[in-house]
Antibody, heavy 119, light 110 residues
């Protein structure tokens, strides 16, 4: 059974780049056939899809974040990464890594990592 | 991109049935049979309970069911239990291979 674990800095300064990593255990990213996604949840708010990547490297992004977000796969480390550029306080949220056999449904989730954007 | 529309809150008594709606457009809910529902307890990650409008993942109680009519999808929980108290989110595939979530609905079991 796949397990996901997000990691990254809990605090990022405004205008800097947020970098998060999702480490996958219990299976190989390259052979799993899964879509890997990033979803965030601002304090007291709902879920927001950031983007998804297939093991082949094909990516899909939320149009509202597309210009700032990049997700990639490192098969040698069995990790997925997210970079979000030029962050502001509005990017403060719990960031989740998730996986699904189809793009449109995530059946495996990490526990989430809290990120605060503040100087 | 605009979120799907869900009621902010619903409530029901143990044993009753409740329905949560999720309204979108012909570019998402109405145009594709790729609506999912997630349950999220406080401080926890979301859990997939319905995918492709009506399908339940293995291990999810058959008290949860999904349906769709036009641009509105619905989640019905029958035989309401205290453990069902949580936030519920719908999501839908949207054209150009993107996803969109609903604003979430807080379910209170009275």
């Amino acid at each position: 059974q796949l397990q996901l674990q997000e990691s990254g800095p809990g605090l990022v300064k405004p205008s800097e780049t947020l970098s998060l990593t999702c480490t996958v255990s219990g299976g190989s990213i390259s052979s799993s056939g899964y879509y890997w996604g990033w979803i965030r949840q601002s304090p007291g708010k709902g879920l927001e899809w950031i983007g998804s990547i297939y093991h082949s490297g094909t990516t899909h992004y939320n149009p509202s974040l597309k210009s700032r977000a990049t997700t990639s796969v490192d098969t040698s480390k069995n990790q997925i990464s997210l970079k979000l550029r030029s962050v502001t306080a509005a990017d403060t949220a719990v960031y989740y890594c998730a996986a699904g056999v189809v793009l449109e449904a995530f059946d495996i989730w990490g526990q989430g990592t809290r990120v605060t954007v503040s100087s | 991109q605009s979120a799907l529309t869900q009621p902010a809150s619903v409530s029901g008594s143990p044993g009753q049935s409740i329905t949560i709606s999720c309204t979108g457009t012909s570019s998402d809910v109405g145009g594709y049979n790729h609506v999912s529902w997630y349950q999220q307890h406080p401080g926890k990650a979301p859990k997939l309970i319905i995918y492709d409008v009506t399908n339940r993942p293995s291990g999810v109680s058959n008290r949860f069911s999904g349906s769709k009519s036009g641009n509105t999808a619905s989640l019905t929980i029958s035989g309401l239990q205290a453990e069902d108290e949580a936030d519920y989110y719908c999501s839908s595939y949207r054209s150009s291979r993107t996803l969109v979530f609903g604003g979430g609905t807080e379910l209170t079991v009275l």
